[in-house]
């Protein structure tokens, strides 16, 4: 019986290349957001900053650490008195996740204004967050409007030995330096060091100068200038108005660089490799040149060259994406085809736009700048290098077109070999359909367990729910309202209200609604056509129902012999009956033929058939997102 099903599993699967061509002459534009040449640089408001951070850090070879002195100057730009500051200290989670305790640091005292400065330790109940990262800093007499402080603090970073086989060393030094809180709105913003999440800062001008031997290289966000004295390099960097200032140590990389016109702007991309990964240039700089080109219609790239490090594959550092600077992963063999590389590219170049250049609370808002990334990124790579292509791996290691069912030791044992087009929006539909329980956007992301429910939160729900919503709302007006969005809130705070408030503009009621129903629930969807009946000559009763609590409009395609008629419901009910008359014979009935819906939890039941002799009558388009999603689930369940 095992074999019986397999066999009729693979018949099934053999009509999907064809169902793949006819889905790519269906497939509507993939051009990104906007189409107008607004600069969000250009139309940036005058972004009022408080903080300036002077940092001098030295790397000791013979101690293996990073010595800090560090002077804040805090300027009270609002109209209250300041009696506290809240200050993070530096954690080690996000530089070495796999260990937390590698790094150490320490630091015996503040002084504001010279005097020694009383603090204490702030505890937040939460086991994601970093105990003993979040003070608490008393200000003697208070500091009154446009008054302004002196922080100094000196500390020692301590590095962990890293022993492996490759001959590269590498830091990411991510959350190393002493940081106030953001006052936001008359409000601190305080929370202790995340696990995983990106520490909220407020835009702040930075004056830092990094000395390291020189057999070392750096990576900076910004520009940087560099002198030799004596086989130490001084690395000096002023950048303004940036939310952190974060960089990479490392020995064992080599520097490429090379220039590109960019919206009519000369780009130098800086780029560092391992050997054995010089076939990974060219890509960097193609795929950096298209999306930056394409991103420059919602905003001017602001800086004048952007740095790019090939992690090692070594330790657990994860991409990464700074203002200007990013990190990545890559394989050793990753064919274009996959479009794995070419997507995360331009999920951190998408970042550097929504989680850069537009500063929202990743803490409590992650997807407000990790799912905009995502739902931009896979623009950008559709637009620029077509469609994707579903592929396993031989030995978890070469990718091999096709899909991929059971495997035993990264060997697969059930497949089919062929060209399969992944449609828009189901790169993560199985992480969807697994993690239901942690799909509400409402929930402030650290309250989610672990880093795998935290990126269904913040990713994968996000980028279908957009990709849904700009079905629903229509391509134009969405782009207007996002680009509406990016104007608005270059160099500033957004929260998901504002977001909300900005998608919501000339959209109707209905859609109103059902952006609430997205971005403020947890609910599912789930529509199905549960009966045509034939109650007299010519009149039909279809019964539709609302089997998952979510709520969505959809449209019923009634199928006669000789034409078709639309019915529109609000989806609000449980159940509705449609009564039709028609002097053709009613043969089969269809919602959502235009997959609006990508979060809808089972395609099969979208259609009914009064005879299976006009199977052939119904829209290709289910029948590709039933293969597709069934194919995900046997392989989220078998991988």
Not at 174 to 186: M, R
Not at 343 to 348: G, H, K, P
Request: aromatic share 14%; charged share 20%; hydrophobic share 35%.
């Amino acid at each position: 019986m095992r074999i019986l099903k397999i066999l009729i599993l693979l018949l099934i699967l053999a009509g999907i290349s064809i169902v793949g061509d006819m889905l790519n002459e269906k497939n509507a534009s993939n051009n990104l957001i906007v189409t107008d040449n607004k600069s969000l640089v250009d139309s940036q408001p005058n972004t009022r900053v408080r903080t300036n951070y002077k940092i001098d850090a030295e790397y000791q070879k013979t101690t293996h650490s990073i010595n800090v002195d560090e002077i804040i100057t805090w300027k009270n730009i609002d109209s209250i008195q300041v009696y506290t500051l809240f200050l993070n200290l530096p954690a080690s989670s996000n530089i070495y996740k796999d260990d937390p305790t590698k790094l150490t640091y320490s630091i015996n005292s503040f002084e504001i204004n010279g005097v020694k400065a009383d603090f204490e330790f702030i505890s937040f109940e939460n086991r994601n967050f970093i105990d003993s990262s979040l003070v608490r800093l008393e200000i003697p007499n208070g500091l009154k409007s446009n008054e302004t402080l002196l922080i100094t603090t000196q500390f020692n970073i301590v590095l962990p030995d890293e022993s492996n086989w490759s001959d590269v060393q590498f830091y990411n030094f991510e959350n190393w330096y002493v940081t106030v809180s953001p006052l936001v709105d008359g409000k601190f913003n305080s929370f202790p060091t995340h696990n995983y999440i990106e520490t909220y800062l407020e835009y702040s001008n930075f004056d830092v100068t990094i000395k390291c031997p020189e057999e070392y290289k750096i990576a900076l966000p910004g520009e940087f200038n560099s002198e030799n004295h004596n086989g130490i390099n001084f690395h000096t960097s002023a950048t303004k108005n940036i939310s952190r200032f974060n960089w990479f140590l490392f020995a064992g990389l080599t520097k490429h660089s090379e220039k590109a016109n960019i919206h009519s702007k000369e780009i130098t991309f800086d780029i560092f490799t391992q050997d054995g990964k010089d076939n990974y240039i060219e890509r960097y700089i193609d795929g950096a040149t298209k999306y930056l080109e394409t991103l420059s219609s919602i905003g001017t790239y602001p800086f004048n060259s952007l740095s790019i490090v090939d992690i090692p594959n070594i330790g657990q550092i994860e991409n990464k994406s700074y203002p200007n600077l990013i990190a990545l992963n890559t394989d050793l063999i990753s064919p274009t085809k996959t479009q794995k590389f070419e997507y995360q590219l331009a999920l951190v170049i998408a970042e550097q736009y929504f989680g850069n250049l537009i500063n929202s609370n990743n803490i409590k808002e992650a997807w407000l700048s990790k799912g905009l990334s995502s739902y931009v990124a896979e623009k950008l790579v559709r637009t620029h290098y077509g469609e994707l292509y579903s592929y396993f791996n031989i030995a978890d290691f070469y990718p091999v077109y096709g899909l991929h069912f059971m495997s035993y030791a990264g060997i697969p044992l059930i497949y089919i070999v062929s060209d399969q087009v992944i449609p828009e929006g189901a790169r993560y539909l199985n992480e969807y359909y697994k993690n239901l329980p942690y799909t509400n956007l409402a929930t402030q992301s650290y309250l989610y367990p672990n880093i795998e429910t935290y990126h269904v939160s913040s990713v994968a729900k996000p980028q279908i729910a957009l990709l849904t919503l700009e079905k629903m709302i229509g391509k134009e007006k969405f782009k207007k309202n996002l680009e509406e969005y990016s104007l608005s809130f270059i160099s500033n705070y957004p929260t998901a209200h504002d977001f909300g408030h900005m998608m919501a503009s000339n959209c109707s009621q209905e859609n109103r609604e059902f952006y609430k129903e997205l971005f403020g629930s947890d609910n599912s969807f789930d529509y199905a056509i549960r009966s045509i009946t034939k109650q007299g000559d010519e009149l039909y009763e279809i019964m539709v129902e609302r089997i998952e609590n979510g709520v969505i409009p959809i449209v019923v395609n009634v199928i006669t012999e000789t034409d078709t008629t639309k019915l529109h419901w609000d989806g609000k009910d449980r159940f509705k009956i449609f009564t039709i008359t028609s002097s053709s014979e009613v043969i089969s009935a269809e919602l959502d033929s235009e997959n609006k819906n990508l979060l809808d939890l089972n395609y099969a039941n979208n259609s009914y058939i009064v005879k299976e002799k006009y199977w052939g009558s119904i829209s290709y388009a289910t029948r590709v997102f039933f293969w597709f999603q069934n194919a995900l689930m046997l392989i989220g369940g078998k991988g």
